[in-house]
């Protein structure tokens, strides 16, 4: 191939390529983009419109030898300054609402990108214009608006984040009355939402973040009211729902989620997340519960232990407000009332310190009696057995410091084991008669040889034991707020033999 | 770089978007994508960011089909418009054959066109590119706004700001009406095949 018919050959290819490129690269349908959300929206083809003519014609490439992307003519022309006029000559006297509204519209999104006085100044210029046909409750919003920008130009910093969404609640029920005239309730509604957050802002009295929460709110209204109803919204959660959650509902049309279909999945989507968040508190609670009841009654870890409780409590009290805001049953989580922390709950007397059961966050009940004259009180779960208690077998126990539970028979052949409980019940009675416990007073082993006593009372725990010698036979009561009593554990008898 | 592989008999072209943030390059892409024949455009390519700026960039191939036996194909690219993404739109420029610059039209975007444009200029020049030898063809978008009261800059300005030298082509455009979106894309189109054949077959010869 020579020179000549290779070039040939690329200008051959050029060409058709060319002409591809105008046959392909043409718009098969008419669309329009939303700015700000990138929204694509098919356009339904409209009869010939002026506007577009006169806009059309200032799209031409300005570059003389550029392919002309729309024909002009001296009519059309014509056709454009004429219109110009129109629209100058009606500006002078009253602006047509549509037209007024789009400016208002387009100042708004300019605003959105930029605060600057020049925007501003437009802005309430365009806001000053009279405008034909709006009622009285309406013509209130442009002066509302127009005071709001010199707010905001007046402290662009600081007024700007609760300003902004105040001026397009105005333009919102602008929008709504204009062009939305079947709604004239609901323009009513969206205005009075409006006209409510713009005085906000204007009497400026209002501390600007509750200013811009009521904002909020105040928007939510108003796109409610351009959408279905809250009770159609929540007639169809309802189904969805199964009608578990009613109160629900109505949180989801106050979420403003708009076109019912999307509402009803929402509302289900909504329950679904709420029922899954409470199920994670409740098993973050019960994970707790164990280790706070761990914690308890462990000497040097009151402080982990107050943290967890306090933790604890704070989940339940989250989970049973939540609870109850979507109208289900809030079952608390059971915490073993051992983990109550002895010197936290039971500011217990640690033998020796002067100390009192609590009423409300102690044990459910508790072996009662007196011990010197002074009411005492024991754990249920540390007391193996109680019995009368003879002044000899006092006397003997007291002497060697240590009580046999073998004394507890009654008759050579009897049991020991039927007649303790707790750890004790679960040992054989060959090792229950070998067993010794040792004998503790109650302010101390050098008080504990009174020999007034007529009840023992043995107690054990995790192989720690001791047997104490009180006045009365010990009664297994529910603490009460005018009975209160010092606490005996073998924890505070071990600390008062230390 | 574009491919011009004469055995498989493709060709390959890659044109930029370029452009200050928020000025509409990705709107473009989006109008042709939207507003195209599905067999003429591919899948686009786009990080979605709910009508928020270009993260990275945008990518919609188009495919002209069979021409005199070859493959020809052009790829469309924007990149992120903010002024902190220097590095991707170094990296997405490499390799370009054509550009679209999408000036916008608010006053208040002047400086940043002029910023921009610089911007296109120098890291073409790091790639050994000049700015008058590529395609280039400049739109300016956003023109509907001037019939509004928000302060838009005239053709004029624009012309002086960013054309004055260069006198390359220019289409006035509203990319979110589709108004000079498919003019642009022709003429870079057109300009660049010339570009790319001129560059590697005529070059051969």
């Given at each position: 191939m020579d020179q000549k018919e290779k070039l040939n050959e690329i200008r051959v290819f050029t060409e058709e390529v060319e002409g591809t490129i105008d046959s392909l690269f043409n718009p098969a349908k008419k669309i329009e983009i939303d700015p700000v959300?990138?929204?694509?929206?098919?356009?339904?083809?409209?009869p010939v419109d002026e506007e577009a003519v006169e806009f059309e014609l200032e799209s031409a490439p300005s570059v003389s030898d550029a392919p002309s992307a729309e024909e002009s003519d001296s009519v059309e022309l014509d056709l454009t300054l004429e219109l110009e006029s129109?629209?100058?000559?009606?500006?002078e006297t009253t602006a047509p609402p549509e037209e007024w509204l789009r400016k208002i519209q387009e100042h708004m999104m300019t605003l959105e990108w930029e605060v600057t006085p020049e925007i501003i100044e437009n802005f309430s210029h365009t806001l000053k214009e009279p405008i034909t046909g709006l009622p009285e409750d309406i013509a209130v919003l442009p002066d509302l608006m127009v005071q709001a920008l010199s707010i905001l130009r007046s402290e662009t910093d600081n007024s700007a984040g609760s300003v902004l969404p105040a001026l397009k609640l105005g333009l919102q029920a602008l929008e709504k009355y204009i062009s939305d005239t079947d709604h004239e309730t609901k323009a009513a509604h969206a205005t009075e939402a409006a006209v409510k957050a713009l005085k906000k802002i204007v009497s400026g009295g209002q501390d600007s973040r509750e200013s811009e929460s009521e904002t909020t709110q105040a928007q939510e209204t108003v796109q409610t009211a351009g959408a279905p109803s809250a009770s159609d919204i929540q007639d169809h959660t309802a189904d969805l729902v199964a009608g578990d959650t009613p109160s629900l509902d109505l949180d989801e049309a106050s979420l403003g989620l708009t076109p019912a279909s999307e509402g009803m999945g929402a509302g289900t989507t909504l329950a679904e997340d709420i029922m899954e968040h409470l199920e994670v508190l409740r098993k973050s609670t019960e994970k707790i519960a164990p280790v706070e009841a761990l914690l308890a009654g462990r000497e040097g870890l009151e402080k982990l232990y107050k943290l967890l409780h306090g933790l604890r409590t704070d989940l339940e009290s989250e989970r049973k407000k939540l609870c109850q805001a979507v109208g289900v049953d809030f079952v608390p989580v059971q915490v073993e009332k051992s983990a109550v922390h002895p010197q936290q709950s039971a500011p217990a007397k640690a033998a020796g310190h002067e100390s009192h059961v609590p009423v409300n966050e102690g044990p459910e009940q508790l072996f009662i009696t007196h011990c010197d004259g002074v009411k005492v009180a024991f754990l249920p779960q540390e007391v193996c057995c109680h019995f009368k208690a003879s002044s000899k077998m006092i006397k003997k126990s007291l002497k060697n410091g240590s009580f046999a539970l073998a004394q507890l028979k009654k008759w050579p052949w009897s049991k020991i084991s039927k007649l303790v409980s707790g750890e004790l019940a679960s040992l054989d009675d060959k090792a229950l008669q070998k067993l010794t416990l040792p004998v503790k007073?109650?302010?101390?082993?050098?008080?504990?040889?009174?020999?007034?006593?007529?009840?023992?009372?043995?107690?054990?725990?995790?192989?720690?034991?001791?047997?104490?010698?009180?006045?009365?036979?010990p009664q297994l009561v529910a603490p009460s707020k005018d009975s209160e009593s010092e606490l005996i554990t073998l924890e505070s008898l071990s600390r008062s033999a230390a | 770089m574009a491919l011009i592989d004469l055995s498989r008999k493709e060709v390959h072209c890659k044109i930029v978007y370029y452009g200050p943030g928020r000025g509409g390059k990705t709107t473009n892409l989006l109008y042709i994508y939207n507003a195209m024949n599905n067999g003429v455009r591919g899948k686009m390519l786009t990080i979605e960011t709910k009508g928020d700026?270009?993260?990275?960039?945008?990518?919609?191939?188009?495919?002209?089909?069979?021409v005199n036996g070859f493959d020809v194909r052009i790829q469309l690219y924007t990149v992120p418009g903010q002024?902190?993404?220097?590095?991707?739109?170094k990296l997405v420029l490499k390799g370009v054959d054509g550009v679209v610059f999408v000036a916008d039209s608010l006053r208040v975007r002047r400086e940043k066109n002029i910023e921009s444009f610089n911007d296109l200029k120098k890291n073409l020049t790091e790639y050994g590119l000049s700015i008058e030898e590529i395609p280039l063809v400049l739109q300016y978008n956003k023109r509907d706004l001037a019939n509004s009261a928000i302060p838009t800059l005239s053709v004029d300005e624009l012309e002086s700001d960013l054309n004055n030298e260069l006198k390359a082509i220019t289409f006035e455009a509203t990319a979110t009406k589709g108004i000079g979106v498919f003019e642009t894309l022709k003429e870079i189109s057109k300009n660049t095949i010339r570009y790319v054949v001129k560059k590697h077959l005529l070059a051969d010869i």
């Open positions: 959300t990138n929204e694509v929206r098919e356009v339904m083809p409209e129109e629209v100058d000559s009606s500006t007073g109650f302010q101390g082993s050098e008080k504990a040889s009174s020999g007034e006593k007529r009840w023992g009372i043995a107690l054990f725990k995790n192989n720690r034991g001791a047997v104490l010698f009180v006045d009365d036979e | 700026r270009t993260l990275f960039f945008d990518l919609l191939p188009l495919n002209l089909g069979k002024t902190i993404y220097e590095a991707t739109r």
